[in-house]
């Protein structure tokens, strides 16, 4: 091949332009020049931030049995319902008390005939510290009303008085330790008529396994050894329950009759 056929051929393959006058062995040229450094970052300042003191931790719950005895003895050692409202507050046996926001102790009359103990608060009584006030509350209240009865004409408490943790139903060594404080509360407050307002107060107060639907719409009498007299109790469904089967409310409003008959038998004696 002559030089312009070579020349030619180049141009058509590409290589139209000479970049040097000899040609280059790339496989024998010296590496490329490191990078330069980067001048080292200067250390920035982290402003200092207090730390915040850690929370006061409670303490830790007593043991189930040790529980129940601190509990009897600082429940017979109230004389007055204030002293037991304080005293319940001291007491770390129950571990409710621990996760509850506030202590829900009573509402109503103390001084009032008619007492009524429920089971343990909720979401809105645990809020407002006083028991009954969220929507069964509400029902509750009309119930009341239904016999001429009102918050100012009845006294009202529950078995537990924390909060149990989204509402489940609280544990045997809860009520064990909490047991004492009800029945101090009750002999303080000295009814002339307990009513016993769902199946877990009914079965703590009556000490029996028999279930709430059993239990319902019969009078028994209800005693402690601190207590000047028996005193006649009945247990009845729970406001809760009945939102949930409002078919139960006709045996509610049988048992709502016997309370109103009872009252009015109480006053003629």
Known sequence: ????????????IGAD???????????????????????????VAVPSVPVAAAPAVMAAPQPAAQAVVSAREAAAAA??????????????????????????????????????????????EDRQGKPFVGVSGQLLDRMLAAIGLDRTSVYITNVIP???????????????ACLPFVQRHIALANPQILVLVG?????????????????????????????????PVL????????????????????DLLSIKQKIRDNINN
Request: glycine share 4%.
């Open 235 to 254: 247990p009845t469904y729970h406001p809760a329950y009945l939102l949930r089967q409002p078919a139960q409310k006709r045996d509610s409003w049988r």
């Open 162 to 176: 924390w909060r149990p943790p989204a509402n489940r139903t609280p544990s045997a060594a809860e009520l064990a």
């Open 79 to 124: 004389r007055t319902l204030d002293e037991l409202k304080a005293a319940l507050a001291a007491f770390d046996g129950c571990a409710l008390k621990a996760t509850a926001t506030n202590l829900v102790f009573c509402d109503g009359n103390p001084a009032a005939k008619v007492m009524l103990v429920g089971e343990a608060p909720g979401a809105d």
């Open 17 to 43: 332009e000479a970049i040097l006058d000899t040609p280059l062995d790339r496989f024998s040229a010296p590496p490329p020049p490191a990078p330069a450094a980067r001048p080292a970052a200067k250390p």
């Open 199 to 231: 199946g877990i107060s009914a079965k703590a107060l009556l000490d029996t396994s028999e279930g709430i639907m059993r239990l319902r719409g019969k009078w028994r009498t209800y005693r402690t050894p601190d207590m000047p007299a028996e005193i």
């Open 1 to 12: 091949m002559d030089d312009l056929a070579t020349l030619r051929w180049l141009v058509e």
